[in-house]
C-alpha cells in the first residue's frame, strides 16, 4: 500500500532533549512538509522539501531542523532550543504541481 | 503580511442544511486553493480543489467557490449530516518558486441531529 508514515505515534521526552521524529512516504513524491498543531489551532508550517538535499524554512522553524538525504525521508528534530515543543507534528507529502497533500498519521510529542 | 483568516468559532447546523465555510486570505497570490477535512487525533484529509482561474468546483455534496478579487473562498456542504461534523481547514498553495502550502486555523463544524 501506498502511503506516508510518521512514528512513533506517541513520544515523550524530557526537557533539554533533542529528540527526531520519523516520516517516510513511498508516493514517490518530491515535496514533503512538516507542520505544527496545538489545541484549537490549524497547522503551522515547520519546513519543507522540494528536492533532496534541499529544504526551505516554514513560518516557525526557529527550534527546529530537518533533513533530506532521500527523496522518501523527511526525519524532523526537535532541538531543545524550540521552547514549547509540546504539539501535535504532521508530516505531509505531495507531487509538485499536484492538486493534494498526503498527511501522515501524525506525532504527539509530550515534553515533561 | 501573509494571512489566511477561517471563522475559528464553530458552527452549528441542523442536519439537512447546508453549511457555509468561510477562507479570507490577504497579501497572497496563490495558484490555486485546497480544502480539507480534519477529523479529532487525525490528519487533514484533501476534499476539493480550486484553481485562480476558476469560479466554482463541485463533488458530491460539496461546492467551492473562489473569487480572486475578493480574495475569498466558500465552501458549501449541502445536505449535511451528522457525519460531516468535523473541521473544515482551507490551504493556499504559492505560484512561482518552491511549493508552500499554508493552512487556515480551520472552522469546527457541529451538524446537530
Aim: glycine share 8%; net charge positive.
Amino acid at each position: 500500500d501506498g502511503g506516508i508514515t510518521q512514528s512513533p505515534k506517541y513520544l515523550f521526552r524530557k526537557e533539554g532533549q533533542n529528540v527526531t521524529l520519523s516520516c517516510e512516504q513511498n508516493l514517490n513524491h518530491d515535496a514533503m512538509y512538516w507542520y505544527r498543531q496545538d489545541p484549537g489551532q490549524g497547522l503551522r508550517l515547520i519546513y519543507y522539501s522540494q528536492i533532496v538535499n534541499d529544504f526551505q524554512k516554514g513560518d516557525i522553524a526557529e527550534g527546529y531542523s530537518v533533513s533530506r538525504e532521500k527523496k522518501e525521508s523527511f526525519p524532523l528534530t526537535v532541538t531543545s532550543a524550540q521552547k514549547n515543543p509540546t504539539a501535535f507534528y504532521l508530516c505531509a507529502s505531495m507531487v509538485v504541481g499536484g492538486t493534494e497533500a498526503f498527511f501522515g498519521q501524525g506525532t504527539r510529542l509530550t515534553v515533561v | 503580511s501573509q494571512k489566511i483568516e477561517q471563522n475559528s468559532e464553530a458552527l452549528n447546523i441542523q442536519e439537512g442544511k447546508t453549511a457555509t465555510l468561510t477562507c479570507n486570505y490577504t497579501n497572497y497570490s496563490p495558484a490555486y486553493l485546497q480544502w480539507y477535512r480534519q477529523d479529532p487525533g487525525r490528519g487533514p484529509v484533501f476534499l476539493l480543489l480550486i484553481r485562480e482561474n476558476e469560479k466554482e468546483k463541485r463533488k458530491e455534496r460539496l461546492k467551492v467557490t473562489f473569487d480572486t478579487t475578493l480574495k475569498q473562498s466558500l465552501f458549501h456542504i449541502t445536505a449535511s449530516q451528522p457525519a460531516d461534523s468535523a473541521t473544515y481547514l482551507c490551504a493556499l498553495v504559492n505560484s512561482g518558486g518552491y511549493q508552500k502550502v499554508t493552512f487556515g486555523i480551520g472552522t469546527k463544524l457541529q451538524v446537530i441531529p
